[in-house]
């Protein structure tokens, strides 16, 4: 049976991806975004792929090899999809005007998309944080100055690394302190270059603060668990925003964004599938578009022995999310910057595209 691209895609992102190490090292220095544990790529020509590589790739049937004059993802010994890179370009080489080293600034999550961690760090780390959450790991200048954000942003764009749009997020910070800090690097970015940005946070204590990141392009408030209790287990510091306060906040969002740019990351394989769905409506119905995802055990997170979703399950999980965002007329291919637009960590575009 020869599969669909969609169908490749969520095969690959439940098991995983082998890298060998020396291919690992002679694709990260002529391509960007391309690591181990998180390896971006576009299957097939033209679909971007993203991966959150943990402990469950140890046992995937697919390995990223050599092949011809290229490369391919191989299952089992025998070819299973042409993979190809973006070119890493200059700006990832040099730095900003402050010193600062532009590849330490941006984290290529997809092939011309970067997302950029203002801060990596976070009020509820430690005992309360995320249990899926790695954001204290990550690799990057622990805080980023606007200027710097921006100089980096606008380079890439001049030279062509970056070429559609641009993620920014924050970990949670004390007093609503988070909106402060992207709003200022929103407006520093639209100052210097003309790309979408988005901006991801927990939804602020006081609401009218929303209005300072009026000059971003989409927003994400991302519930990440519907169920009450699976939000207590998963997210102990985060659930104290119930699901009603995050309906309060996306109402303030949506008086403020265009339609299809109010999002919320759901990461499915936390919950069952019946209360995902419910979140998956629930979000759809008030005019948020749910960003179906499955649920990575990151290296170095509490769940990093755990396994994704399976393929079967996403599938299902994927075909029921279209038929709800399409019953409340929303559209993810109108989002302007993002995850929903990037689409490489999630199938549910493909599988779109398929129904």
């Not at 290229?70 to 089992?76: E, N, S, T």
């Amino acid at each position: 049976m020869t599969l669909s691209v969609a169908d490749k895609k969520i095969l690959i992102q439940s098991k995983g991806l082998r890298i060998p190490w020396e291919v690992e090292k002679e694709l990260a220095q002529r391509f960007a975004g391309v690591e181990s544990d998180y390896p971006s790529f576009f299957l097939e020509g033209s679909t971007p792929v993203g991966l959150l590589n943990g402990f469950y790739t140890e046992a995937s049937p697919f390995e990223l090899r050599r092949h011809c004059k290229g490369y391919a993802i191989f299952c089992d010994d025998e070819p299973f999809a042409e993979v190809s890179f973006l070119p890493r370009t200059p700006f990832l080489d040099r730095r900003t005007s402050r010193g600062i080293a532009m590849r330490r600034i941006v984290k290529m999550v997809a092939p011309g998309f970067p997302i950029i961690y203002l801060n990596t760090g976070c009020m509820y780390w430690g005992e309360k944080q995320c249990k899926f959450c790695v954001v204290g790991h990550i690799d990057t200048e622990k805080f980023k100055n606007p200027e710097d954000v921006a100089e980096t942003v606008e380079a890439g764009v001049k030279d062509g690394g970056i070429k559609t749009h641009v993620a920014l997020t924050s970990g949670a910070l004390p007093k609503d302190k988070a909106i402060d800090l992207l709003a200022a690097t929103v407006k520093a970015i639209k100052e210097r270059v003309d790309i979408p940005v988005s901006v991801n946070l927990e939804p602020p204590r006081d609401l009218g603060k929303l209005e300072m990141l009026a000059d971003a392009d989409s927003i994400y408030l991302n519930m990440e668990v519907y169920d009450p209790a699976a939000r207590k287990r998963f997210l102990p510091g985060k659930s104290e925003f119930s699901p009603e306060y995050y309906f309060r906040a996306f109402k303030a969002c949506l008086d403020i964004f265009e339609e299809n740019q109010v999002c919320s990351v759901l990461l499915a394989g936390l919950e069952s599938d019946e209360s995902y769905l419910r979140g998956v409506e629930a979000l759809a119905e008030r005019g948020v578009l749910p960003v179906t995802t499955p649920f990575y055990p990151a290296l170095l997170s509490k769940l990093a022995d755990e396994k994704p979703p399976s393929a079967e399950r996403m599938r299902r999980i994927y075909e029921r999310s279209v038929e709800i965002i399409r019953a409340y007329g929303l559209d993810p291919f109108k989002t302007k910057a993002g995850f929903m637009r990037g689409g490489a960590i999630f199938a549910l575009k493909e599988v779109w595209k398929e129904m």
